[in-house]
């Protein structure tokens, strides 16, 4: 996470394998709890002290595949 966040929450649909797939995402620290599902509108609340609004758009950036790109399949962290 970027530095000085410790807490972040929403609703994503995130690239898979598969395809997309939406999910909850909830950070606390360095956690990181995915729930597939939610409701609302789509989107992420960084919470943290001395954020710095470039480096949490860079995070949030490089997170985000560009048009044409796909998940690499044999490359995705597993998650359970």
């Known amino acids: 996470p970027p530095t000085g966040a410790y807490r972040a929450k929403g ?3 995130l690239a898979t394998a598969e395809g997309p ?3 909850e995402v909830a950070l606390v620290g360095r956690r990181v709890e995915l729930r ?3 409701d609302g509108t789509e989107g992420l609340v960084v919470i943290g002290v ?3 609004d ?3 758009t860079h995070f949030l ?3 985000v595949l560009a048009a044409g790109e796909a998940v690499d399949a044999d490359a995705a962290l597993g998650l359970h």
Request: aromatic share 6%; proline share 0%.
């Open 21 to 23: 797939r939406r999910y």
């Open 61 to 63: 950036d490089r997170a």
């Open 11 to 13: 609703t994503l649909t």
């Open 54 to 56: 470039d480096e949490v």
């Open 36 to 38: 597939a599902g939610g």
């Open 50 to 52: 001395d954020l710095d």
